[in-house]
């Protein structure tokens, strides 16, 4: 198996693995295609039996986005632009009407604008570094607000970051400020929820061929610097992300919360 061969592929709605998650209801925002590491997340939660609301972002996105949605069975298909007033409130008043609960919730969008991306941290200009803020850390927040009184048997709060939070990453730049603040979040979240049983996390994989990472300068390079650094000398895939969400979700993770937890082969640890 060449290093850039994923072990594991997002399974289909025939292969079934089982009912862990049965009964469970939960909302994953951020699939864009095929690729998006939420719908590894979302393919996995389905396949395992939780029920499932979809977002897409806009009507560009939708016909990319609607066909997976049908795959996965989700119940519901709402639009979500976190930068539009009001959005996040709506598909929450949604799944309150519909649903009248919510278990859990799987966050992973970030957004910065290409010039204050590709520029120095020092050089970002101040509406770049509060829309990256505002889509990539605050909307998380924001959703957690909105998912706790759904939440009313406890839940999972989840987001997606990345090594550059914690270390200077060339070419992540703002990115990794901004994932810094949004682990900062997800600690203080997690102890602000925790009488409520709600549990809240990181989850940070390894460089991944998504379209949002296409953003990032030298992508390619920071792809192939991590395979050759990895232990294991390989990339690892949205499924392998999928399958430790799915393991926060369950139960079987009721003693942890406010944790990083990487999914990225061992890469973080190397120097």
């Given at each position: 198996m060449s290093p850039t061969t994923p072990p594991s592929t997002i399974w289909r709605p025939e292969d079934r693995v089982g009912d862990m998650l049965k009964g469970k209801r939960g909302l994953v925002v951020g699939i864009a295609n095929r690729h998006s590491i939420a719908h590894g997340c979302a393919a996995t939660l389905r396949n395992l039996g939780a029920e499932l609301a979809v977002t897409y972002l806009n009507e560009k996105a939708e016909p990319y986005v609607r066909p997976l949605a049908e795959t996965l069975e989700a119940s519901l298909f709402l639009p979500l632009d976190v930068e539009r007033e009001g959005a996040m409130e709506e598909v929450f008043a949604t799944i309150a009407d519909?649903?009248?609960?919510?278990?859990?919730?799987?966050?992973?969008?970030?957004?910065?604008?290409?010039?204050?991306?590709?520029?120095?941290?020092?050089?970002?200009s101040w509406p770049g570094f509060a829309q990256a803020?505002?889509?990539?850390?605050?909307?998380?927040?924001?959703?957690?607000?909105?998912?706790e009184p759904l939440m009313t048997e406890g839940g999972s709060l989840i987001?997606?970051?990345?090594?550059?939070a914690d270390k200077v990453v060339d070419n992540y730049n703002l990115m990794g400020p901004v994932k810094a603040a949004l682990e900062a979040a997800?600690?203080?979240?997690?102890?602000?929820?925790?009488?409520?049983?709600?549990?809240?996390?990181?989850?940070?994989?390894?460089?991944?061929?998504?379209?949002?990472?296409?953003g990032i300068a030298q992508f390619d390079e920071l792809v192939d610097s991590a395979i050759a650094r990895a232990p294991a000398q390989r990339?690892?895939?949205?499924?392998?992300?999928?399958?430790?969400?799915?393991?926060?979700?369950?139960?079987?993770?009721?003693?942890m919360t406010g944790d990083t937890i990487y999914v990225d082969g061992g890469l973080h640890h190397m120097g």
């Open positions: 519909k649903w009248g609960k919510l278990d859990f919730l799987v966050h992973s969008i970030a957004y910065a604008p290409r010039d204050d991306l590709h520029g120095r941290v020092v050089d970002c803020m505002q889509v990539s850390c605050w909307s998380f927040l924001r959703m957690a607000k909105l998912a987001t997606m970051s990345y090594h550059g997800t600690r203080y979240a997690a102890n602000e929820l925790a009488p409520r049983n709600i549990r809240v996390y990181a989850v940070s994989p390894g460089p991944l061929r998504t379209r949002a990472a296409s990339l690892v895939d949205i499924a392998e992300v999928g399958r430790v969400v799915a393991f926060l979700v369950s139960g079987a993770a009721s003693g």
